[in-house]
């Protein structure tokens, strides 16, 4: 089964033109915007994977993480199909984007939490 990490990041980035990975790079405050998908939790099943993902947003700005942050979700929600080495079945918003906290307050951070159905390609 495919990795949802290695599958949706490189999606967000042909997406959005945004920088996107399972994790934050360090100093981030100089590599901004930027996207991070992960894994939080889901369950498998013996055709297909139905896996909760984290997709936080970090800009300089609010109103930056606020508009990324949408137009990534509008993208998520109606994605379908074929995606780098996997087939996308359905992605349900279980928690859109709001403002979460960051340790810099420099940088601002939108989260939002997606369950997303597929199987391998």
């Given at each position: 089964m495919a990795d949802i990490e290695a599958v949706l990041n490189p999606w967000a980035e042909s997406t959005?033109?945004?920088k996107a990975g399972a994790e934050t790079p360090p100093e981030l405050e100089?590599?901004?915007p930027r996207i991070r998908i992960e894994r939080i939790g889901g369950f498998d099943e013996r055709f297909a994977d139905h896996p909760r993902v984290a997709v936080d947003v970090f800009a300089?700005?609010?109103d930056e993480a606020r508009t990324l942050?949408?137009?990534?979700r509008d993208a998520l929600i109606f994605l379908r199909g074929p995606v780098n080495g996997a087939v996308i079945r359905s992605v349900r918003c279980d928690s859109g984007p709001s403002r979460q906290p960051?340790?810099?307050e420099a940088i601002h951070r939108r989260g939002a939490t997606y369950t997303v159905s597929f199987r391998g390609a």
């Open positions: 959005t033109g945004v100089k590599k901004l300089a700005t609010a942050a949408n137009r990534l960051w340790t810099n």
